[in-house]
């Protein structure tokens, strides 16, 4: 999910064996991969920047959905989720906690938490995430210029800075077609909310379940749903099945690929053998470039969200707190409602990320990412746990 890993992958072009963990994150790898267009590559690379598809929205055509950043849910407790986010995640000016030793709290928290086992691990999640319609003149244009910018690289055998500067034209004619289509953006703004429940087997082999529910689209205002009429009403929600089982092997995420719900309860749980796993992995991941705090923030809300043990979780927080540039928040409310501590960092492509830590249990209650204020995506997870049946959840 960092800035390298994941800015140049697409939904329908990853493996599927990383399905689970890009399910999971996919606002924030597709935010990074609409708005980097300045990494060098050894490859023909084609990125509908921010600038070129309206700000992470995500766009239909022709009945083919590409799914973007997830802005803020709404509270899981409001029935079909008629609320709409704001730019505002909820912090309160006037509580004041520092990073570092909040991190260290944390640290000591995790520590007395009580190891449990079961046969399955089990999250249930609230997402919302923008969508929206660009039409076929739109697609068929995007079409033609990567098959033109893929040509040049092909022709001229451009490397780095050369690669850099093609991928930068090609952008600003996507800009172009963009303005040509829809001068000042779509011509509204619409969003998909739903709950997801996942079970991940112990035993390797075993059967993973995902079950998605309560899934609609809202519209921010009445304007925005009068807009979308007169666009002759496209289809915005992606046809997906509500229960999804299958016996494949499932990696932590793409950039852990050999961490496994089989291996993640062995991870070391020292702060100094932790840091030197991540590092050494790291340093294997493919790309160019590559960003060691952004891989460290995005490798937290895997460990956090997967059952480590404590010793790990306390570990993870302890690296935390020796990074630089992790600021508080302050004390704010998730999108259920519940009360945690937010912390930030910023990329240095104009994102923020944000983590809300439960003071109590130190507990990873939300991550979302931010650009320039407004919310992209926000995941809120309500419920995590072991449970010894397959299609139930953990008791007490």
């Known amino acids: 999910m960092t800035d390298r890993t994941f800015a140049r992958l697409k939904p329908d072009k990853l493996d599927e064996l990383a399905e689970d963990s890009y399910e999971r994150r996919r606002g924030a790898d597709l935010a990074r991969a609409f708005a980097d267009d300045r990494r060098p590559a050894r490859r023909p690379v084609f990125l509908l920047t921010a600038g070129a598809i309206a700000a992470g929205a995500a766009v ?4 083919v959905l590409i799914v973007a950043p997830p802005p803020a849910a709404p509270p899981a407790s409001t029935p079909a989720a008629r609320q709409v986010p704001s730019g505002d995640p909820g912090a309160s ?3 004041k906690v520092d990073a570092r030793a909040f991190l260290l709290a944390a640290a000591d928290t995790a520590l007395r938490e009580r190891p449990t086992s079961g046969a399955y691990w089990y999250v249930r999640q609230r997402t919302t995430s923008p969508t929206g319609y660009w039409p076929k003149e739109f697609w068929d244009g995007v079409s033609k210029l990567q098959r033109q910018e893929k040509a040049e690289i092909d022709r001229t055998g451009a490397e780095d800075d050369e690669l850099i500067a093609i991928n930068e034209k090609y952008n600003k004619k996507l800009a172009d077609l963009r303005d040509r289509v829809y001068p000042g953006g779509p011509p509204f703004k619409a969003y998909v909310v739903e709950s997801e429940e996942r079970w991940r087997p112990k035993k390797a082999g075993g059967t993973h379940r995902t079950r998605r529910t309560d899934r609609e689209v809202v519209f921010p205002t009445p304007q925005d749903e009068a807009a979308w009429r007169k666009e002759g009403s496209p289809k915005l929600l992606q046809d997906r099945p509500e229960n999804v089982d299958d016996t494949l092997p499932r990696p932590l995420s793409i950039e852990n690929m050999d961490i496994t719900m089989q291996n993640v309860g062995d991870l ?4 100094k053998a932790l840091a030197a796993r ?9 790309e160019d470039g590559k960003e060691f705090d952004l891989y460290l923030w995005q490798t937290t809300v895997d460990l956090m969200t997967a059952p480590t043990t404590p010793g790990t979780r306390a570990a993870i927080f302890r690296i935390l707190a020796d990074q630089p540039g992790i600021r508080s928040a302050g ?31 130190a507990e990873l209650l939300e991550y979302s990412v931010a650009q320039q204020g407004e919310d992209t995506t926000k995941v809120t997870f309500e419920e995590s746990g072991w449970t010894d049946e397959l299609g139930e959840r953990p008791q007490g």
């Open 278 to 286: 991540l590092k050494a992995q790291f340093k294997r991941l493919p």
């Open 60 to 63: 239909v055509a022709t009945g």
């Open 268 to 271: 070391p749980r020292s702060k």
């Open 93 to 95: 000016p006037a509580t």
């Open 331 to 361: 004390e704010v409310e998730d999108a259920a409602g519940r009360e945690g501590v937010g912390l930030e960092v910023d990329s240095d492509d104009g994102y923020e990320f944000r983590l809300v830590v439960d003071e109590d249990t």
